[in-house]
């Protein structure tokens, strides 16, 4: 796994935990958010999973929770 970005480990094979495939382009935005995050060291949490969302400083463990996200689009 030499050179390959944390991120395409964390999303895995445009699958979330939940089972359904992703399509690409939930898959690419997911790549995109983690990106930003890393850019300015911050990262997206939510509250206990149920409340808003807060934004922290940057650690991998939310990039893995972004990487489970489902996608609800109708998009293959």
Do not use: P
Not at 28 to 57: A, M, P, T, V, Y
């Amino acid at each position: 796994m030499a050179n390959r970005d944390k991120t395409d480990i964390n999303i895995g094979m445009h699958k979330s935990r939940y089972g359904n495939n992703r399509s690409k382009k939930v898959t690419d935005f997911i790549k995109e958010i983690n990106k930003l995050c890393k850019k300015f060291n911050l990262s997206i949490s939510h509250e206990d999973q149920n409340g808003n969302f807060e934004i922290e400083e940057y650690d991998d463990c939310y990039t893995a929770w972004m990487g489970q996200a489902a996608d609800r689009t109708k998009e293959d």
